[in-house]
């Protein structure tokens, strides 16, 4: 039943919007920690 579920063409649409868009907000995420001013970096006390 699960695997039924799965093939259905709107599942597969909504899952992988949902996997990109997850994507996106971790790269956004990690874009606010580039530059001087950004987040605490291992390094940047030496």
Do not use: C, D
């Amino acid at each position: 039943m699960f695997q039924r579920f799965i093939k259905r063409p709107w599942v597969a649409f909504v899952a992988k919007t949902l996997a990109y868009f997850l994507i996106m907000l971790f790269l956004i995420y990690l874009y606010g920690y580039s530059g001087v001013t950004g987040g605490h970096f291992i390094y940047n006390e030496f």
